[in-house]
């Protein structure tokens, strides 16, 4: 059974970046899609960006465009998240999920990443 | 800036059964993409409940089910039980965003 697991938690100052990894273990990695989701403190869940490491594709949501970038290296079954200018409303936990085949639905999840921003 | 709205908090008393509504646009539920329910224990990930709509993955209990129509999709526990106390939400695609997956703005379910 594949699992994800996730680099540890972050402390960034604003106008910084954070990279945060999420590793693929138990199973195929390269064709399914990893996505980033993240969730700032009690609030709900929102979609950053994708890739499909087999193609090196990614997209992101347009909110993100232009300050994430989403890489995945097959070699060691990880995928990454950069988010750059961060500012103290990215503080939140990062999760990365794979995608079931062709539904789009998320059913495998790492265990999230707390990056907090604070001078 | 969720584009799925659902209510910000349902309860129920053990045994009971409560509906958790989804209601989206012509851009996403609306346009045929599937819905797909997730539970979210404090502390933890979000959990795959329910997926393409209506398919429960192996190990989640039948008492959970989905359905969709139109713009809008519903998640129903049956027989309420103490566990269940999570958030949940729904999710789809939406086609007018840049291509992206959008989320619902979540639901507080409380067994009384």
């Known amino acids: 059974q594949v699992q994800l697991v996730q680099s540890g938690a972050e402390v960034k100052k604003p106008g910084s970046s954070v990279k945060v990894s999420c590793k693929a273990s138990?199973?195929?990695?390269?064709?399914?899609?990893i996505s980033w989701v993240r969730q700032a403190p009690g609030q709900g869940l929102e979609w950053m960006g994708r890739i499909i490491p087999i193609l090196g594709i990614a997209n992101y949501a347009q909110k993100f465009q232009g300050r994430v970038t989403i890489t995945a290296d097959k070699s060691t079954s990880t995928a990454y998240m950069e988010l750059s200018s961060l500012r103290s409303e990215d503080t939140a936990v990062y999760y990365c999920?794979?995608?079931?085949?062709?539904?789009?639905?998320?059913?495998?999840w790492g265990q999230g990443t707390m990056v907090t921003v604070s001078s | 800036q969720s584009v799925l709205t659902q209510p910000p908090s349902v309860s129920g008393a053990p045994g009971q059964r409560v509906t958790i509504s989804c209601t989206g646009s012509?851009?996403?539920?609306?346009?045929?993409?599937?819905v797909h329910w997730y539970q979210q224990l404090p502390g933890t990930a979000p959990k795959l409940l329910i997926y393409?709509?209506?398919n429960r993955p192996s190990g989640v209990p039948d008492r959970f089910s989905g359905s969709k129509s139109g713009t809008s999709a519903s998640l129903a526990i049956t027989g309420l039980q103490a566990e269940d106390e999570a958030d949940y939400y729904c999710?789809?695609?939406?086609?007018?965003?840049?291509?992206?997956?959008?989320f619902g703005t979540g639901t507080k379910v409380t067994v009384l």
């Open positions: 393409g709509n209506s």
């Open positions: 012509s851009s996403n539920i609306g346009a045929g993409y599937d």
């Open positions: 999710q789809s695609y939406d086609s007018s965003l840049s291509a992206s997956y959008v």
């Open positions: 999920a794979r995608a079931a085949g062709t539904t789009g639905a998320f059913d495998i």
């Open positions: 138990g199973g195929t990695f390269s064709s399914y899609a």
